[in-house]
């Protein structure tokens, strides 16, 4: 069974940076894409960006394009999500996701239990 588990959450300032960490397990990482949601009280799981294989490919939400990066390494089974910029909006329970396909296309089957972030203005 594949196991996901999130790391690097905390509280930040408007205008502050985190780097969200998510270390996989029971499974062949390098071969499938990787993505992060995010989820906010009362609202629902949205799409935040994801990444192919390789890490070659890359795709973001439009309310996080220039500021937020995905980024993988194969051989730590790890993939990242650097935040910057942050902005009280971008409060959420972080989510990573992993799809059963080399290429991102939308959602995986697989979640971590999420790391919280918080942005205070």
């Known amino acids: 069974q594949v196991h996901l588990v999130e790391s690097g959450g905390g509280s930040v300032q408007a205008g502050g940076s985190l780097r969200l960490s998510c270390a996989a397990s029971?499974?062949?990482?390098?071969?499938?894409?990787m993505g992060w949601f995010r989820q906010a009280p009362g609202k629902e799981r949205e799409f935040v960006a994801g990444i192919n294989w390789s890490g070659l490919a890359k795709y973001y939400a439009d309310s996080v394009k220039g500021r937020f990066t995905i980024s993988r390494d194969n051989a730590k089974n790890t993939v990242y999500l650097q935040m910057n910029s942050l902005k009280p909006e971008d409060t959420a329970v972080y989510y990573c996701n992993q799809d059963q396909k080399s290429t991102w296309d939308g959602i995986g089957d697989y979640w971590g239990q999420g790391t919280q972030v918080t942005v205070s203005s």
């Open positions: 029971g499974g062949t990482f390098s071969n499938y894409a």
